[in-house]
């Protein structure tokens, strides 16, 4: 019997049902606010748009092992993705709200992944907190809006790290309990980095055999995992991933892997699609775009209490050394994205929680400088939100300012601003009092909350009140034109900037006529049914050289000229 005649087994089913209970309240929490909205705006020029196009052909072509975009292959990417898509796709057809679906469920699996995780490695109020961190900072919440594949590859990397780490416990027996064997943890960390590859590519077992690299270093060489234990891991990797790259080898020869894996390499070698940025572009992103949570995870940077288990603090050790294995490997990458260093948001969301655990139970204290970081990050934040409107309203004043033609044309945009854009704006600053008033009250725990989860509805409002608008200057144009031509059999292409928003949003058909991709037959040859060039302001002239195009129109540094096929 236990205590107070309360048998063990008892007080482990409660504690399972609480686990569940929160785990539902967590996945309502999430569709509450990821599945509103999705279909609000227009796709994004590149990822979305092209992620969204492939599903698209996808399901025309039927042709669902091989990813192609414009009907032609298209090696850059793996399609476990656009499996994800292709199935929301079905369920609610073509559009934007079908190809941001994916990553709104994958954001609800993610919060309960992490509050299972958290609770595992230390109680329900970690697992919660880890989750609320994750939920309520800026870039990781708006992730889960998208219909970019890193939501899902971060994951999978996540998880398969965990599972290794889990395999590794096992085998040096650090205290945690793991009812099965050291070989089932490996298979599963193995299986997940093979959905990893198999959703963005060899990058996700790179990140993690860099990370195992560090330990192994830090462990002075000492084999952790042993060699037959690691090839395991590597065959489980393999296993899944031969679930499309044999399969495509073996339909269609090496040509696609080879020239797949070339570009993978260039990725890390060049600045691709003129993606430049400075040494620091990661780290700044990640300070900023991670509010509030990166603020708390800096304290865990610096000396803390030491973790009651040791497979916490070795887990600790694990998550700084992903953190800074991810931000100083895309600084050497060449490219530079904003997404490249997603995967750091889930060690960083740890350390918050981390930070923000040992402050609740008194361990560390809430500093000064954290709270002046909250509301120096929150003023940037402040002043975006409320000078956007402002100078929307005059927009007049931007124009003499900007060299860019183009950009000087796309303020001509008839975007209607009726100053309630400021509400998000107010909203935030309104969460930045409140919990310094109840941090002031000492009411520490009300106060992270209240940061965190107003934080969430911040980033909501701003989709709201902003995103729209900011497209109605950068792309709808285009998209509108491109609409209109949906209907019509004709050939639609850009001129002088790439694109694949002509693709999707005119509903482009199978080729049927493989001279369609030469565009000087476009422009010049016999043709067979209407073409449409859409071109940047700019590059309108080069346009007006070809007598037979005829000038349609120009909107918001957009030009649009066309031809028709003689009888």
Same mark, same amino acid.
């Given at each position: 019997?236990?205590?107070?005649?309360?048998?063990?087994?008892?007080?482990?089913?409660?504690?399972?049902?609480?686990?569940?209970?929160?785990?539902?309240?967590?996945?309502?929490?999430?569709?509450?606010?990821?599945?509103? !909205?999705?279909?609000?705006?227009?796709?994004?020029?590149?990822?979305?748009?092209?992620?969204?196009?492939?599903?698209?052909?996808?399901?025309?072509?039927?042709? =669902?092992?091989?990813?192609?975009?414009?009907?032609?292959?298209?090696?850059?990417?793996?399609?476990? *993705?656009?499996?994800?898509?292709?199935?929301?796709?079905?369920?609610?057809?073509?559009?934007?709200?079908?190809?941001?679906?994916?990553?709104?469920?994958?954001?609800?699996?993610?919060?309960?992944?992490?509050?299972?995780?958290?609770?595992?490695?230390?109680?329900?109020?970690?697992?919660?907190?880890?989750?609320?961190?994750?939920?309520?900072?800026?870039?990781?919440?708006?992730?889960?809006?998208?219909?970019?594949?890193?939501?899902?590859?971060?994951?999978?990397?996540?998880?398969?790290?965990?599972?290794?780490?889990?395999?590794?416990?096992?085998?040096?027996?650090?205290?945690?309990?793991?009812?099965?064997?050291?070989?089932?943890?490996?298979?599963?960390?193995?299986?997940?980095?093979?959905?990893?590859?198999?959703?963005?590519?060899?990058?996700?077992?790179?990140?993690?055999?860099?990370?195992? *690299?560090?330990?192994?270093?830090?462990?002075?060489?000492?084999?952790?995992?042993?060699?037959?234990?690691?090839?395991? *891991?590597?065959?489980?990797?393999?296993?899944?991933?031969?679930?499309?790259?044999?399969?495509? +080898?073996?339909?269609?020869?090496?040509?696609?892997?080879?020239?797949?894996?070339?570009?993978?390499?260039?990725?890390?070698?060049?600045?691709?699609?003129?993606?430049?940025?400075?040494?620091?572009?990661?780290?700044?992103?990640?300070?900023?775009?991670?509010?509030?949570?990166?603020?708390?995870?800096?304290?865990?940077?610096?000396?803390?209490?030491?973790?009651?288990?040791?497979?916490?603090?070795?887990?600790?050790?694990?998550?700084?050394?992903?953190?800074?294995?991810?931000?100083?490997?895309?600084?050497?990458?060449?490219?530079?994205?904003?997404?490249?260093?997603?995967?750091? =948001?889930?060690?960083?969301?740890?350390l918050a929680a981390l930070s923000?655990?040992?402050?609740?139970?008194?361990?560390?204290?809430?500093?000064?400088? +954290?709270?002046?970081?909250?509301?120096?990050?929150?003023?940037?934040?402040?002043?975006?939100?409320?000078?956007?409107?402002?100078?929307?309203?005059?927009?007049?004043?931007?124009?003499?300012?900007?060299?860019?033609?183009?950009?000087?044309?796309?303020?001509?945009?008839?975007?209607?601003?009726?100053?309630?854009?400021?509400?998000?704006?107010?909203?935030?600053?309104?969460?930045?009092?409140?919990?310094?008033?109840? !941090?002031?009250?000492?009411?520490?725990?009300?106060?992270?909350?209240?940061?965190?989860?107003?934080?969430?509805?911040?980033?909501?409002?701003?989709?709201?009140?902003?995103?729209?608008?900011?497209?109605?200057?950068?792309?709808?144009?285009?998209?509108?034109?491109y609409e209109s031509k949906s209907?019509?059999?004709?050939?639609?292409?850009?001129?002088?900037?790439?694109?694949?928003?002509?693709?999707? =949003?005119?509903?482009?058909?199978?080729? +049927?006529?493989?001279?369609?991709?030469?565009?000087?037959?476009?422009?010049?040859?016999?043709?067979?049914?209407?073409? =449409?060039?859409?071109?940047?302001?700019?590059?309108?002239?080069?346009?007006?050289?070809?007598?037979?195009?005829?000038?349609?129109?120009?909107?918001?540094?957009?030009?649009?000229?066309?031809?028709?096929?003689?009888?």
């Amino acid at each position: 019997m236990g205590i107070a005649g309360i048998r063990p087994s008892d007080s482990f089913n409660k504690k399972s049902n609480v686990a569940k209970r929160t785990s539902l309240y967590i996945a309502l929490l999430g569709a509450l606010f990821y599945l509103p !909205w999705l279909g609000g705006v227009h796709l994004f020029d590149w990822d979305e748009i092209n992620f969204a196009e492939i599903t698209r052909e996808m399901m025309l072509t039927e042709d =669902y092992l091989r990813v192609y975009i414009n009907f032609q292959p298209f090696w850059e990417k793996p399609p476990f *993705f656009m499996w994800m898509q292709l199935l929301a796709m079905k369920a609610f057809g073509v559009g934007e709200y079908a190809a941001r679906l994916p990553n709104a469920i994958c954001g609800m699996i993610t919060l309960i992944v992490l509050y299972k995780t958290g609770k595992k490695l230390y109680d329900h109020r970690f697992g919660l907190l880890w989750a609320l961190a994750y939920f309520g900072s800026v870039l990781p919440f708006l992730y889960f809006k998208s219909g970019i594949i890193d939501p899902y590859f971060n994951l999978f990397i996540f998880l398969g790290m965990y599972y290794f780490i889990l395999a590794y416990w096992k085998k040096d027996r650090l205290g945690l309990d793991l009812p099965r064997s050291y070989w089932h943890y490996l298979f599963w960390g193995g299986f997940f980095i093979g959905m990893g590859i198999l959703t963005k590519g060899p990058v996700a077992l790179v990140i993690s055999c860099l990370v195992f *690299f560090v330990y192994w270093v830090y462990q002075r060489f000492r084999f952790y995992i042993n060699v037959p234990q690691f090839l395991f *891991f590597l065959v489980a990797a393999s296993f899944i991933t031969l679930a499309w790259f044999g399969i495509e +080898t073996y339909k269609n020869g090496p040509w696609y892997i080879a020239t797949f894996t070339k570009y993978q390499y260039e990725l890390f070698s060049k600045p691709v699609a003129g993606h430049k940025g400075f040494p620091g572009y990661h780290f700044i992103v990640v300070l900023a775009g991670c509010f509030p949570a990166s603020l708390f995870a800096l304290r865990a940077m610096w000396k803390m209490p030491a973790e009651s288990q040791s497979y916490q603090q070795d887990f600790k050790r694990w998550m700084l050394f992903l953190f800074w294995t991810v931000l100083i490997l895309f600084t050497i990458v060449k490219s530079k994205i904003v997404h490249y260093s997603s995967m750091a =948001y889930f060690p960083l969301t740890f350390l918050a929680a981390l930070s923000i655990y040992h402050m609740l139970n008194e361990r560390i204290k809430l500093g000064r400088g +954290t709270k002046a970081g909250v509301w120096i990050i929150g003023s940037l934040y402040l002043l975006v939100t409320f000078a956007l409107p402002i100078l929307a309203q005059n927009i007049d004043l931007l124009k003499p300012l900007l060299k860019d033609p183009f950009a000087r044309a796309n303020l001509d945009a008839e975007v209607r601003w009726t100053g309630l854009e400021v509400i998000p704006g107010i909203f935030l600053l309104g969460v930045l009092i409140a919990a310094s008033v109840l !941090w002031r009250r000492q009411q520490l725990e009300s106060g992270i909350r209240t940061l965190f989860i107003g934080t969430a509805v911040f980033v909501m409002l701003t989709l709201v009140f902003f995103v729209k608008r900011i497209e109605g200057y950068s792309q709808r144009a285009a998209i509108e034109f491109y609409e209109s031509k949906s209907r019509e059999d004709c050939y639609i292409i850009t001129h002088g900037y790439k694109s694949y928003a002509h693709l999707f =949003y005119a509903r482009k058909r199978p080729v +049927t006529d493989e001279r369609s991709y030469d565009k000087e037959w476009l422009l010049n040859g016999a043709i067979d049914k209407p073409v =449409y060039v859409v071109t940047k302001i700019q590059k309108a002239d080069e346009l007006k050289a070809y007598p037979q195009l005829q000038q349609l129109g120009s909107k918001n540094g957009f030009v649009f000229f066309g031809r028709k096929p003689v009888k």
